[in-house]
């Protein structure tokens, strides 16, 4: 695959870069040992100290950024705005919080003295260079995400991008240089899928984290198990979005439309499946329908769009080939189900409405990257988790309704990461991100995700 920023709007390469060498590899491998044998012995003062002047940099680059991101995989302008300020946001949270969360855990005494101890503790110390192989549709946040607490913990990053967002991919590094971050802390490596196995082989190389897809998640995971390397992956997502007889029908409505086509759906955690009590099947399926045909589709550079192209005209057509086979299975086109009129240009895909899916429906089971929603219809809460669990993915879940005991029901049963009650889903630093089933292990954020790539170390001391 190129590396190269082809603007979907249009299907113009823009710009196209070299991939790395293999002396050029190596010189970035070295660069990063010696990176790593300073950075983990600095404090979490100077550490922060970093980060935060990082954070400072992105927020005042946000607009140049923001335009960058949109040109190179289609989201509209604003929302990789917001993107932007989510991930200074994240830099400053784990600044502020890194050193409480990894600071040193102390038994209780009574334990310390069975041990046959004076003294024991559990100290948290960082593992080495990290390869960081990332997705192109949150192009700044899924790396700073990884970053931030990898950097805080004491390790340096690797950071192998997706081949259609290489400037973003260089930004990243000159902004951490920028922020005074010494050489080889945090580097880009602008290189094909096919230079990634020889990397993660690589002694220096301690640990690996993936998002992306299931093939790449394996690939990378297979890897990283023979050389006994530890990984974080997180992959695809048909994240159920579950409505109950007693929800506020209008607001979880509106909030379905935002759900599923926030960065144009393609997300990860973006709700895809629509799980319907039969009693506010048709007033939410109206509803939803009539607030998806309303979206304005167009140039993401374009402030009063709401959806933009898909990222790559593969993306788009394999949409269109899994709404495609449903209707020919029989589901029912409520709106959309084609390209939108009078955009030739690009990779656009009209936000639709499928109803009546069943079983042996490729949609069913597969996960839809673009602005395509599915509706079911259910009698009743079992109906909803079956439904819902009725998936190889689980990285998260939204339920509505104001029912305390179908709360606990749903997350007591549901197979997903995280269970989103009467909102939607989205990540927050303070908050552990993650799945289970085919979409991955492990966690990103929070405390659980700082401490992925640190050694757990067990300190005991006698007389």
Not at 144 to 167: C, D, E, I, T, W
Not at 296 to 320: F, N
Not at 389 to 404: A, E, I, P, Y
Request: overall charge negative; glycine content about 8%; proline content about 5%.
């Amino acid at each position: 695959m190129a590396i190269a920023t082809v603007n979907p709007a249009t299907g113009e390469t823009l710009k196209t870069f070299d991939a790395l060498d293999e002396a050029a590899i190596e010189e970035r491998l070295a660069r990063a040992a010696e990176a790593y044998r300073h950075h983990r012995t600095t404090d979490f003062a100077e550490r922060a100290r970093l980060l935060e002047r990082a954070a400072e940099l992105l927020e005042k680059d946000t607009d140049e950024i923001a335009r960058t991101m949109t040109t190179e995989m289609g989201k509209p302008v604003g929302a990789a705005r917001a993107e932007a300020a989510k991930c200074a946001k994240a830099m400053r949270w784990y600044a502020a919080n890194a050193e409480r969360l990894l600071a040193d855990e102390h038994p209780d005494e009574a334990d310390v003295r069975d041990s046959g101890a004076v003294r024991a503790l559990v100290r948290y110390r960082p593992l080495g260079p990290v390869l960081a192989v990332m997705p192109w549709n949150f192009p700044l946040w899924q790396v700073v995400r990884f970053a931030a607490p990898a950097l805080m913990a004491g390790n340096v990053g690797l950071l192998k991008h997706a081949s259609n967002v290489p400037q973003t991919a260089l930004y990243l590094e000159d902004l951490f240089r920028r922020a005074g971050y010494p050489e080889g802390c945090f580097q880009t490596l602008l290189i094909g899928s096919g230079a990634v196995e020889a990397i993660l082989r690589d002694p220096r190389v301690a640990a690996a984290t993936l998002t992306g897809s299931e093939p790449a998640g394996r690939s990378v995971a297979a890897v990283a198990g023979d050389e006994i390397k530890k990984t974080v992956l997180e992959l695809g997502g048909s994240d159920p979005y579950v409505v109950m007889a007693s929800a506020d029908v209008a607001k979880a409505a509106a909030t379905a439309v935002t759900a599923r086509v926030q960065n144009n759906g393609q997300s990860c955690i973006a709700a895809k499946r629509f799980i319907v009590h039969t009693d506010v099947y048709d007033d939410f399926a109206e509803r939803f329908t009539a607030a998806m045909a309303a979206l304005a589709v167009g140039d993401p550079l374009d402030e009063s769009t709401d959806v933009g192209p898909l990222s790559s005209e593969q993306g788009r057509d394999d949409l269109a080939e899994l709404v495609d086979d449903a209707v020919e299975r029989g589901a029912v086109v409520r709106c959309g189900g084609r390209r939108p009129e009078g955009l030739d240009r690009g990779w656009f895909y009209a936000p639709t409405v499928l109803e009546g899916i069943t079983p042996e429906m490729r949609i069913h089971q597969e996960e839809t990257f673009g602005p395509v929603a599915t509706l079911y219809r259910v009698a009743d809460a079992d109906e909803a988790v079956a439904v819902a669990n009725d998936t190889s993915f689980g990285l998260s879940s939204n339920v509505w309704t104001r029912d305390r005991d179908e709360v606990e029901r749903f997350v007591r049963d549901l197979e997903a990461g995280g269970v989103f009650v009467n909102g939607m889903t989205a990540s927050h630093p303070a908050l552990p991100f993650g799945g289970v089933k085919r979409s991955g292990y492990g966690r990103e954020l929070a405390g659980h995700g700082i401490k992925e790539f640190c050694n757990a170390t067990t300190v005991w001391e006698a007389d």
